[in-house]
């Protein structure tokens, strides 16, 4: 092909996408049957995961159509007809004239001919002739199409048969507008224009020819099924890009998965947000910084961390950290931490068993960072847009041997060196057992407000701030900037203090994303949580002392990326658990003393090199 034909096109194809025929989104009802005889329910399994085309290879053997791949394998037992048009009838006739009970679906019986159409077309008709009510559009409007492939008439001869017969076209043959009225789909396989094998994408020229043979057919107003396709999600997708009408397999329950979850599997971006640039001017100076701000992306793995990039296209404010290390998250009960045991890590230097809160393996209380820089005059605040009493903000000031003990967990706080708790749950303080926990929060001088105008109104002071359940909301049900503004307004009280300040903010909802396998709630709050890290740069570059520490406590949810594009801000995954993972997280820094947290170091080492930093020029004595 001329070069200078080629990339154009090429261009205009892979921007243009699947043609307008093919509907802009799949479902199940998409899916092709292949060899559905071989099945071990052959017809049920498919109908019941709700396939919308079902193939059949038949042979003609003693006068009867015997359902079979090979010849060696044909049994005389399975026919057609008890094995396909009797179903589909009992089931068409069952909804009143339509094969699915849900109207928004249709269903086509692909007959492969694997002997001499002349011999095997005249039995076939004489055994549809007792389910005409099914299969005629003549005698029903919303009837299953029989769709004939393999060894079948020449065009010439298609006026020969019933009209409610339909065959399976072929691109290179070029039809009368009488022939193509009888063309129930074009079909070709995939490796007549590819050698792709199912992995990663096709190349652009490949990609050109598959589009072309399916942009054919679509203008032609008919469907395309491209056949020996690999059977994967990967495969899936890139028949969907290439605008295939039929996502071909063997595995109907494994698709019907796929498309089950797609609405939890896919996330697309309605558009970008803007970005902090930094300065750099004292990021990774041996300096000891004044602040610490560390940022913790509850569940947050670099498969999500990629998956948001990809829907901002392709940049965050994380993307722009030069100083990155690796945090090992294992338990020390299991490889396999949770946000207690990854939590109490990070705020106290020790590792712990899992479910533990701030306390060692023994049961014995371990110094969180707030109090150990309380010694200093260092002023501290916990935020959280979840359960304040939760696992993460709880490590910082509590100690307990099980995170559910969410009363127990409030009544510690009275003991603890936090300046500022923000939050939700609020009824662990108020309904609390202890009916003298409020009383005496007061007493030692904190103010109890329960929403975030509250804290904006105040100039100092110890404050409580427990929010509305509904105000930690999910940011894709209309959060909005509660986790910026409560970092914000914490600064804004702590920066009067020359003596510095520590702040952890979590971001507990990515978490929660990952638990229920819903990347848009993934990407939504990893975003939101992304802009927060943009805010504490900006302090950071303003302030010149500040150390902004970000990271995770573990992964959630064993996310695989299946598709992130930046150019399209879009993502298709799969979780491979509910639960958490035992993989490395992230550790992002800057400012001064940004370097230290480069490397690969058990998360525990995160609060040991806080303590480092800080001791540089005497911050913290030996």
Request: a neutral charge; one cysteine or more; hydrophobic letters at 35%.
């Amino acid at each position: 092909m001329n070069k200078k034909f080629f990339f154009p096109l090429l261009s205009f194809l892979l921007m243009a996408g699947a043609s307008s025929y093919a509907q802009s989104s799949y479902n199940i009802n998409r899916g092709h049957s292949h060899n559905d005889y071989e099945q071990d329910l052959p017809f049920l399994r498919a109908y019941q995961a709700g396939l919308g085309s079902i193939e059949a290879d038949v042979f003609l053997r003693d006068g009867k159509l015997l359902v079979a791949h090979e010849e060696k394998s044909i049994d005389p037992s399975r026919t057609l007809d008890s094995l396909y048009l009797t179903p589909i009838s009992r089931y068409f006739r069952a909804n009143r004239g339509r094969i699915y009970a849900d109207t928004s679906r249709s269903l086509q019986l692909v007959i492969d001919l694997k002997d001499n159409y002349k011999k095997v077309l005249p039995v076939l008709i004489r055994s549809l002739q007792a389910y005409r009510d099914v299969f005629d559009p003549g005698q029903a409007k919303h009837s299953v199409r029989i769709v004939l492939s393999g060894d079948i008439p020449p065009p010439a001869m298609f006026s020969e048969f019933p009209e409610y017969i339909f065959f399976d076209g072929r691109p290179e043959i070029t039809y009368s507008g009488d022939q193509l009225k009888r063309i129930g789909m074009i079909s070709d396989a995939l490796g007549s224009y590819s050698t792709w094998n199912g992995k990663g994408t096709p190349t652009p020229r490949d990609l050109l020819k598959l589009r072309a043979v399916v942009t054919k057919a679509h203008q032609l107003e008919k469907p395309f099924r491209f056949w020996a396709t690999k059977d994967n999600p990967t495969s899936w997708m890139q028949l969907e890009n290439l605008g295939a009408d039929w996502i071909g397999t063997d595995h109907p329950d494994k698709l019907r998965e796929f498309y089950a979850q797609r609405d939890k599997t896919m996330y697309q971006s309605p558009k970008t947000y803007s970005l902090y640039q930094p300065h750099y001017r004292n990021d990774g100076i041996e300096k000891s910084p004044k602040n610490i701000i560390l940022l913790i992306g509850d569940g947050m793995g670099l498969n999500q961390i990629q998956a948001a990039l990809a829907a901002n296209g392709g940049a965050l404010n994380l993307s722009l950290f030069r100083n990155i290390g690796f945090s090992g998250t294992r338990a020390l009960n299991s490889d396999i931490t949770d946000s207690a045991a990854g939590a109490t890590a990070m705020a106290t230097g020790q590792k712990t068993n899992n479910r533990y809160i701030g306390v060692d393996a023994a049961g014995k209380n371990l110094t969180a960072l707030p109090d150990r820089l309380a010694a200093l005059g260092m002023s501290s605040g916990i935020i959280s847009n979840g359960d304040i009493t939760d696992a993460t903000p709880a490590a910082f000031y509590a100690h307990r041997l099980d995170r559910s003990m969410s009363f127990d967990i409030a009544h510690d706080f009275l003991n603890s060196n936090v300046d500022i708790l923000i939050g939700s749950n609020r009824k662990s303080f108020t309904d609390n057992p202890d009916k003298t926990l409020i009383p005496s929060l007061e007493k030692k001088g904190y103010s109890m407000l329960t929403s975030l105008d509250g804290l904006k109104a105040v100039e100092n002071g110890r404050h409580l701030v427990l929010l509305d359940d509904s105000v930690c909301r999910p940011v894709k049900d209309g959060r909005g900037n509660m986790l910026s503004t409560a970092l914000t307004e914490t600064v804004r009280l702590f920066s009067k203090s020359k003596k510095g300040f520590f702040i952890m903010a979590e971001g507990a909802q990515i978490d929660y994303g990952g638990h229920s396998n819903d990347l848009p709630y993934v990407i939504t709050e990893l975003h939101d949580f992304d802009r927060v890290v943009g805010e504490a740069l900006s302090f950071a570059d303003q302030d010149g002392e500040t150390l902004v520490i970000v990271t995770a406590d573990h992964e959630t949810g064993g996310l695989s990326l299946l598709d992130a594009s930046a150019a399209n801000r879009s993502v298709r995954a799969n979780f491979s658990t509910d639960d958490h993972t035992g993989v490395m997280v992230p550790v992002f820094a800057y400012g001064p003393g940004a370097r230290e947290f480069t490397g690969v170091y058990p998360n525990s080492d995160i609060f040991h090199k806080i303590i480092k930093v800080l001791k540089k020029n005497g911050k913290i004595g030996k």
